[in-house]
Structures are given as C-alpha cells and as structure tokens.
C-alpha cells in the first residue's frame, strides 16, 4: 500500500467499532427506566454474557484508556463490590432471577487485585442471582505484577477458564516511558501458575505505537512471549488522547511513532507471530490454529464484542459496575462513571445508568455490516440485508466515503459484496466508518485507524 495512503487512513481517527453506534452516540435521554424495560425482557431471547467492571489498580499506567482509580489500600475496593453486590440484586430483581448465563468476564482496571475471598464471595453472590450453564466460561483481566498465589487458588477454586494478560512490551526502555516495570520472569510465574490452576485458554496484550517503541523491540517482545505459548494474542494501536485521558500527558509526544513507523510496527509483530505458529485473525488479534477462536474465525462465526474479536455469540450483555455497558435488545446503556454517583444510584435502589442508546433497526443492520467487515473483512449487503425490509441501495448511494475507498484501491465492491483488499485490511475501521451513520457527528476524538 503506497505510504500516502498508509498516512491519509493510518492517521485518521477511528471508532474501534466494539459496537454500533459507537459509546459518542449515547445519550443522558436513555436512563434506569428504558433499563429496567430492557431487562425484563431479556430472558427470552436466551443465554447472555455478564460483564463487571473493577476499576482499580495499583498504579497507573501512563498509555492507559480505561476508566481506572488508584489506590493502595483494600477498603475502597471492599466497598465498592458490596455496591456492586447491590446492583447484581437490582438487574436480578428486573430480569426474574433465571437468566441463563454463558460468559463471565471480569475487566477493569486489575480484578486480580480483589482479595480472594471477596472475589469468591462476588462469584457466589452472580451464581445466586442468575442461571449458570454446565460449562459457562468465566475470563479475567490481569495484570501478572500483583497476581498472588492464593488469588490463583480463589480463580480455580471459582471456574475461572480464561485469562488475558497484559502485556504491552518487554523493552525496559519503552517500559520506563509509560511507567509499567514488568520482568518476562514475573509473566511466566503467571503463565505457570495459571496453568497448573487449570485455566486453559491464555491471552496476552501488546501494544505497538508506544513512546520509544520501535520494530526491534517489537519482535523482541513477540520472541519472548511467544516462548510462553500463550493460546491467543491481541495487538492494539496505542490511542493516544491525552485530552480525555490526562495521565497520558505524562508521554513524550515527541517519542510517538507516526503512522508509517506503527504500520511498520504492527506488520513486524503479525509476521513474527505468524512464523511463530499463530493463525491472523481480523485486524488485530493472533491464535493457535487449534483454538477456538481462530476455529470460529475459519468458520465465519467469529463475533465482536467489547472485549475485542470473541468466540461470544451471545447477543445480549448485562454490564454491572461503575463505566459498564451492557447491550440489550432494546439497544446499550451505560452506568455512571464517578463512583461516588454510581454507588449513590444503587443505595438509592436505582439501576444507575447513566446514559444509553435505543437501536432503530436500520442501525441494527448497519451494526450487522460492520461487525462482518471486521470480522471477515468482507460483507454481502444483500445476504445480510435480507428479511430486514431494507433494500440495499441507501448504503451505496451517495456514500462518498465509500467512493472514495473504492477509487484508492482499499475496497472492491461487486455487485453487493464488498472486500477489503488484502494489503490494506489494516485499514478497515475505515472501511466499516463508511457505513457508520453518525461518524464525525459527536466531535469525539478516536483512535488512530493504523
């Protein structure tokens, strides 16, 4: 791909595309009412996944773009799981106690750092509140500095069988500059202890575009994680806004690679993974060929959540803490951020959504186009378009963008079948932005796109 197109997508700012309409498109107009409406009637539409948020850590992380508070001691963090405690009790209440429940994932934040008897306590507390399958999933988020032994214990002890570990490079230099110390020694303790905990599926996290990153230390930190054999990767662009996210003020702008060197970067560490033996899968994650996810992906039944590229097929999530969203089908709603107003809600015996979003069902297929785009990097309009009352032509015409694309080689567009050409699928959320609706309309600032 010529490097003038490289840089006019590569350093356009882009949805992620975790969901559609993107979190801008919410509203304060959407609230525990349409919530609670949702909720009652989620139990038809068969097994969801539950997401809760942990929003604390020991110490920050510089590049870090979630919704985290820093604390050193446990009480905060004790008071906050009996609120959300509280809140499980409140979304129990509204759905009839019996929704059946498939996937379990905790994020923050670092969940790990909830003492084990009070993670066992939490997990007994949703067993209680909803209907657990056989083999229901649980996966958590984890940072290998502060995992402790007997937090091992408590995730086997609760069935936990995933883990995602975070990552983002082992090059003391780039380490130093995004304030995150953390030794290949201290990763594999993890790795070993997770593993002989029974946790059978491993993630880890990368990150490319970092302050002083540059391709070496890139492959460098793939040869070393890649000897620990975790199951999956997932290589993230570092979005850099430090306008929302102050901590990142404390980066050296001038140490961020442009956007040729990060496509640089992200194509060395998809070809050292590759030769390592992992199968590439949509834009931005890595499996073993005999993993799940790499199976779906073969398969075109891989899914994409707010978790990333998942194996997930549940189409509705219940989102419990302090920033969470959830996706009903009714459409998303998202609590309060602050913690102090999130609890307020709760003891109030309110469900404390804060805003939201209420699907029409032309976004529902255009939400349906975009996930197949990120996917499969290819989308018939006509397949998925049928049975929904749309005629395909609204989305072509007069959509320039999408012109645009197709005049720069990006896209191929026969008759309904649209394809990412195979050099530029690095480009895709740009792509999928010509079939967002409401993209540059909420003067949100998103990630770069390469």
């Not at 290998?144 to 995602?164: F, H, K, Q």
Request: with cysteine; proline share 5%; glycine share 8%.
């Amino acid at each position: 791909m010529p490097d003038d197109l490289v840089a006019k997508y590569g350093d356009a700012r882009l949805p992620r595309y975790t969901s559609y309409p993107t979190a801008p498109a919410f509203s304060p107009t959407v609230g525990p009412d349409e919530y609670f409406r949702g909720l009652t009637n989620i139990g038809r539409t068969g097994p969801v996944s539950v997401y809760l948020h942990v929003p604390f850590c020991r110490s920050m992380c510089w590049y870090c773009g979630c919704h985290t508070s820093i604390t050193r001691q446990d009480a905060p963090i004790v008071e906050y799981l009996d609120v959300m405690k509280e809140e499980i009790e409140l979304v129990s209440f509204a759905t009839g106690n019996d929704v059946p429940v498939r996937h379990v994932h905790f994020g923050g934040g670092t969940p790990t750092i909830v003492r084990p008897q009070d993670f066992s306590a939490l997990m007994a507390k949703l067993r209680s509140a909803f209907a657990f399958e056989d083999d229901t999933s649980v996966a958590v988020e984890i940072d290998p500095r502060t995992l402790a032994a007997s937090m091992i214990d408590a995730l086997s002890e609760n069935g936990v069988d995933r883990a995602s570990l975070g990552v983002q490079s082992f090059d003391p230099v780039v380490q130093a500059a995004i304030n995150r110390l953390q030794s290949f020694e201290q990763t594999e303790t993890a790795v070993v202890g997770l593993r002989s905990a029974g946790v059978t599926s491993i993630n880890f996290d990368l990150i490319y575009g970092l302050p002083k990153q540059t391709v070496q230390s890139c492959v460098e930190t793939v040869r070393l994680a890649a000897e620990l054999r975790p199951d999956r990767f997932a290589v993230f662009g570092y979005a850099h806004i430090p306008a929302f996210k102050k901590h990142q003020r404390l980066i050296d702008e001038a140490s961020l690679p442009e956007a040729k060197q990060r496509n640089e970067q992200a194509e060395a560490i998809a070809q050292e993974l590759q030769q390592a033996g992992y199968v590439r899968i949509g834009l931005d994650h890595f499996a073993l060929p005999e993993d799940h996810l790499a199976l779906a992906a073969r398969n075109g039944a891989m899914r994409r959540n707010f978790q990333g590229y998942t194996t997930d097929d549940c189409d509705n999530l219940i989102g419990l803490g302090a920033s969470a969203i959830g996706r009903l089908p009714s459409g998303y709603m998202q609590n309060h951020v602050p913690l102090g107003l999130y609890a307020e809600r709760i003891a109030s015996g309110v469900l404390p959504t804060a805003r939201g979003y209420l699907l029409s069902e032309e976004d529902k297929l255009r939400a349906k186009i975009i996930e197949r785009l990120m996917c499969d990097f290819e989308v018939d309009l006509g397949r998925v378009s049928s049975g929904s009352g749309f005629d395909t032509g609204f989305l072509v015409e007069r959509n320039d963008r999408l012109g645009e694309l197709m005049a720069d080689g990006v896209v191929t567009m026969d008759n309904e079948r649209i394809v990412v050409s195979q050099d530029a699928r690095f480009m895709v959320r740009a792509v999928a932005a010509a079939f967002d609706a409401y993209f540059g309309s909420h003067g949100r600032t998103h990630s770069k796109a390469a």
